[in-house]
């Protein structure tokens, strides 16, 4: 079984005033909802927002139990959902989760490598250094791959990054959020990671999730891919044709086939 993460429910919280003046008002069931709501925000590393339609379909809550929620300052409604109040005070972020995935990763595929090396290294002390070509070949991989290694850790600011890494990465958020404002969610994570050093690759997977939960926040679906089709406008202009002109002849057909390859 996959390992699951976990998010916070902090003792006392049977006697939180808020609480305790929703089981008074006889909205013990609220409290319930509540608890489901932190439940999917930490399986689903959204930092404490809660779509509506998870809210109503996937925890089944009711207008009134939301509504009781929010009123006690629970809940914050926002567009396309709630945020639950103070998520992230007390519970991880999707940043600080993926990273302690990574660590995790990295860690193991280090444990690996090193059982890996001692093996090798066990054989080589039975023969002479050089004697064998493929004795070599490790020892060639090897060095080649300290050196990759030694290069991928240096560590950037983010006005670095900017020029470094962000310009690929921005291609990539933009074709997944097209309406997503990216020089104004540049300024809030700068200011955010002020001062701070990090490798690229964090940069980018830092940078990445702050604009996929910044596009939640804001209620910003994500792009869906445009699959090219015998009367799709691309086509369409590819063929010199419109609406009225469109058939699903094999030239169509095959224009599409193409686009659609091009573009993957």
């Known amino acids: 079984m996959a390992r699951r993460g976990y998010v916070q429910l902090v003792n006392g919280f049977y006697d939180n005033d808020k609480i305790r003046d929703l089981v008074r008002m ?41 509504r009781a929620l929010v009123d006690e ?11 639950i109040h103070d998520y992230t005070a007390h519970n991880r972020t999707r940043e600080q989760v993926l990273h302690a995935r990574a660590d995790a990763k990295e860690r193991k595929s280090k444990s690996r490598c090193h ?50 890494g962000r310009p ?18 540049w300024g809030a994570f700068m200011q955010h990671h002020h001062g701070e050093t990090r490798t690229i690759a964090d940069w980018t997977r830092l940078w990445k999730g702050w604009c996929q939960r910044r596009a939640n926040m ?14 799709c406008e691309h086509v369409l202009q590819a ?16 224009m599409a086939k193409q686009l659609n390859k091009e573009k993957s």
């Open 73 to 83: 300052g629970m809940l914050e409604e926002v567009e396309e959902g709630w945020l």
């Open 239 to 254: 063929l010199g044709r419109n609406k009225e002109t469109a058939t699903p002849d094999q030239r169509a057909c095959q």
């Open 26 to 66: 006889g909205r013990a069931d609220s409290v319930g909802v509540y608890c489901m709501a932190l439940s999917l925000c930490g399986d689903r590393l959204t930092d404490g927002f809660v779509p509506r339609r998870a809210m109503l379909s996937n925890i089944g809550a009711t207008p009134e139990q939301v």
């Open 115 to 164: 059982s890996s090396v001692t093996a090798v290294s066990q054989r080589d002390m039975r023969v002479t250094s050089g004697q064998t070509p493929e004795h070599q070949n490790t020892r060639t991989q090897k060095k080649e791959k300290e050196e990759y290694s030694s290069s991928f850790s240096k560590e950037t600011s983010a006005d670095e990054y900017l020029e470094a």
């Open 168 to 185: 690929e990465a921005d291609r990539q958020i933009s074709r997944q959020y097209p309406n997503l404002d990216l020089t104004d969610a």
């Open 218 to 231: 804001s209620g910003i679906p994500p792009s869906k891919r445009h699959v090219h089709t015998w009367q």
